[in-house]
């Protein structure tokens, strides 16, 4: 399949998605959504991925929805922006975190809106150095959407959350991993490099094992200790009968380093 709003390309085990709309710091259209569904569907469905890379390319990540490819209105009658939401938006955040391997978000220049949402639904977030993150949603009346007001609360506590999703105050990638919001900052010529690394490295792992780590870590927030104990007793379950376990034992058995295959 062709793109034009975005790149899909395959490396190693590792699926490389760059959201190319540069003129327009990457800012989602319909197009761009379309794409961005079938790449992630060929990712999902190509058993040869073991890890997903997401960036954009020019000087920005991601600036959210571009305004101009959206109308205000219809006639007398407002856009129904749900509609947007349900179509677009909400699809792409439960597709990036069910993905049964590891993704990895390489945040370069501005991640506004949207575009910020979209980064900190992925598993590890690098950034730049010159990177920022953006509410901007209170700036046009919207409130947070892709997940933010579920994020932020459990990324930063509510205190932190309120201020940004209010005030729409810029975060500098310094600040983002002193709060806890993102893994790693780090100077703006080494990001895809590490963050190409680290995605390597990752798609190396027991994947079913980070897999399953995801699930653990979802379903976290809305259970009691009790609930979770139980979710880990049984995700613990489905990962001990995995080759990749077998192998982890037996290579740290015979001391030598394990060759894991993601099954």
């Known amino acids: 399949m062709s793109y034009s709003t975005i790149i899909l390309t395959l490396s190693d085990g590792v699926a490389t998605i760059t959201l190319n709309r540069p003129d327009k710091l990457n800012a989602f259209t319909a197009q761009m959504h379309g794409e961005l569904r079938g790449a992630l569907a060929s990712v999902a469905a190509d058993k040869s991925v073991r890890a997903l890379l997401l960036t954009g390319a020019g000087r920005g990540f991601c600036a959210g929805q571009d305004l101009a490819d ?7 009658e407002p856009v129904d922006l749900g509609h947007s939401i349900e179509t ?88 983002a991993e002193a709060w806890g919001m993102i ?13 190409t ?33 139980d979710v880990e007793r049984d995700l613990q379950r489905l990962a001990g009968g995995t080759r990749d376990y077998r192998e982890g034992v037996a290579a740290f058995m015979a001391k030598r380093a394990p060759s894991f295959e993601g099954r």
Request: charged fraction near 15%; proline fraction near 5%; glycine fraction near 8%.
């Open 183 to 195: 893994w790693k900052c780090v100077d703006d010529e080494q990001l895809l490099p590490n963050a």
């Open 70 to 76: 959206r109308a205000v209105s219809a006639g007398d």
């Open 88 to 175: 677009n938006y909400n699809p792409l955040v439960r597709t990036l975190r069910a993905l049964e391997i590891p993704v990895v978000a390489a945040v370069n220049g501005v991640a506004a809106g949207a575009g910020a949402n979209l980064a900190l639904a992925c598993d590890i977030v690098l950034a730049a150095r010159s990177a920022s993150f953006i509410q901007a949603f209170c700036k046009i009346g919207l409130i947070p959407d892709t997940g933010g007001t579920w994020m932020l609360p459990r990324l930063l506590g509510m205190a932190r959350a309120t201020g940004l999703a209010m005030l729409g105050d810029k975060v500098s990638a310094d600040r």
């Open 197 to 229: 690394a680290l995605a390597a490295d990752l798609a190396r792992q027991p994947t079913r094992g980070l897999a399953f780590i995801k699930q653990a870590l979802a379903a976290s927030p809305s259970n009691t200790l009790d609930q979770q104990l």
